[in-house]
């Protein structure tokens, strides 16, 4: 790890700081007879020189471990069995000078429908024992529960969920599951609705077994989750690089015609085809490859090159989440759930003046629309019958006080009421003054109906009972 001085100097910028010697990945630099010495004193020689260039490539591209830098999180997908838990085991050790770990728990119940992972679990770059350059900002691997080829909205959903950092973790898509039974779609995400920026995924990779066949309704749903397209694509969605990986080629046949239509059927899947360099063999460290259990006391290199080799690619800068701000809404209606949820407006800054969206417009069934103006017609018929009508009419009130005004005016001496000539005094006051309460009384029932009642004709339609079509 030549060049390592105090971090308190490193440049942020992860081209200029250098982890290792510039030595080539090639063999032009070194005479055939330095080769050839090299390979009789040890055999592997050559794979340990490689391994150690790719480790100081990896290192340079994902950068320096410095504060505010967040590392990569890198996805691992797969139906349950194929290996997702050695492929991870297998990536971490390759970046570690040191032997092989089980970081993930591997093995399998002999063909029963059991697996390892139940849970969702990260390993961050402090979990790896001994990694080759410890100063480099290394990615975290999120190893998730084995999906079944299935191909529907649940799976297309929690796929999501985790893609966005829903998905907490050590949280369990089985609960996951659970919940979308109870509740349904709108329930499930509810429930993960917290949009957690240092759980999103950064890199998808999806592995399949060489030995099984390709699952392409889970493939189908992963694409559909990492890169939406149709109406919703250029519009704002989060398109996350994907990636591909066969595992368990140890004993297949490479040069036969069934695992090349096989893995020309792997690559179609992911949109690979002519983009294999985001695609890789790989062999695992398991004990079906290492009988011997070397890995237990040494890394090997014949592992690891073709991994580094790999992750070089996954790990390249070149590659990034478009759009990686985007959150997801946590309601949407559960029968348009295999629609891709639209993104949520930024939440507003204090102070902002938020102005409610009428819930009366153009998005609004002509059938609520008629029943709601029906209603306001009938309250505002009632409210000027009962509300409005006085005990005396205006007209019977001026007649009376011209009566009393003339008659007192004929016979001033005659019958006089104090109070009648109060009122007769002030007769135009009272006209005017009586039907300020109930208009003002009007406009606040007019308003709270265009807010209230669309929602309650909405609700109360839900609620009839349906025809069964026979």
């Known amino acids: 790890m030549g060049g390592m001085e105090d971090q308190q100097s490193y440049p942020t910028d992860r081209y200029v700081y250098s982890f290792g010697d510039d030595t ?22 050559e794979l340990k020189r490689r391994r150690e260039k790719l480790n100081v490539d990896i290192a ?8 505010g830098r967040n590392p990569l999180n890198v996805a691992i997908i797969g139906v349950p069995g194929v290996g997702k838990s050695s492929t991870i085991n297998t990536l971490i ?22 697996q390892m992972t139940y849970l969702t679990k990260s390993f961050p770059k402090k979990a790896y024992r001994q990694p080759a350059h410890y100063n480099a900002c290394y990615p975290t691997f999120i190893d998730i529960a084995g999906f079944d080829n299935e191909k529907n909205d649940l799976t297309e959903e929690l796929l999501r969920i985790v893609f966005y950092g829903r998905l907490p973790v050590e949280d369990s898509l089985k609960a996951a599951q659970e919940e979308y039974h109870k509740t349904g779609m709108k329930g499930l995400r509810e429930k993960y609705s917290q949009n957690l920026e240092l759980l999103k995924v950064d890199r998808i990779i999806v592995v399949a077994s060489a030995r099984e066949n390709i699952p392409e309704k889970l493939i189908s749903c992963v694409m559909n989750a990492a890169n939406p397209a149709g109406s919703k694509a250029g519009k704002g969605k989060m398109t996350i690089p994907v990636f591909g990986i066969l595992t368990k080629i140890d004993g297949v046949n490479l040069e036969s015609t069934e695992f090349k239509d096989k893995e020309k059927h792997f690559l179609e899947c992911l949109g690979l085809l002519g983009a294999k360099q985001r695609y890789a063999r790989l062999i695992n460290y398991c004990s079906d490859v290492d009988e011997a259990d070397e890995r237990l006391e040494k890394f090997l290199p014949r592992i690891d090159v073709p991994a580094l ?9 070149v590659y990034e989440v478009q759009v990686g701000h985007e959150v997801f809404t946590d309601t949407f209606p559960e029968k348009q759930a295999s629609v891709v949820p639209e993104t949520i407006p930024e939440p507003p800054k204090v102070g902002a003046v938020v102005v409610p969206r009428p819930p009366v417009g153009p998005n609004t069934s002509p059938v609520t629309l008629l029943v709601t103006y029906a209603i306001k017609g009938i309250i505002i018929a009632l409210f000027v019958y009962f509300c409005l009508a006085p005990s005396i009419s205006n007209q019977d009130l001026l007649s009376i006080c011209t009566s009393y005004d003339s008659h007192t005016s004929h016979f001033p001496h005659g019958f006089q009421n104090a109070r009648l000539t109060d009122i007769c005094d002030r007769k135009m006051d009272i006209v005017g003054k009586s039907f300020m309460g109930p208009l003002m009384f009007f406009v606040v029932l007019i308003v709270m109906l265009d807010f209230l009642m669309p929602q309650m004709i909405e609700n109360f339609i839900k609620k009839i009972p349906k025809p069964k079509n026979d």
């Open 93 to 114: 050790s390759a970046m570690n000078d040191d032997k092989y770990r089980e970081y993930a728990m591997t093995g399998n119940f002999g063909g029963q429908a059991l």
């Open 60 to 67: 340079t591209e994902v950068g320096i471990d410095i504060a």
């Open 309 to 317: 080799k790999f992750l070089r690619q996954v790990l390249d800068p």
């Open 24 to 45: 080539s990945d090639t063999d032009t630099d070194v005479s055939k007879s330095t080769r050839r010495r090299r390979k009789l004193e040890d055999p592997e020689a």
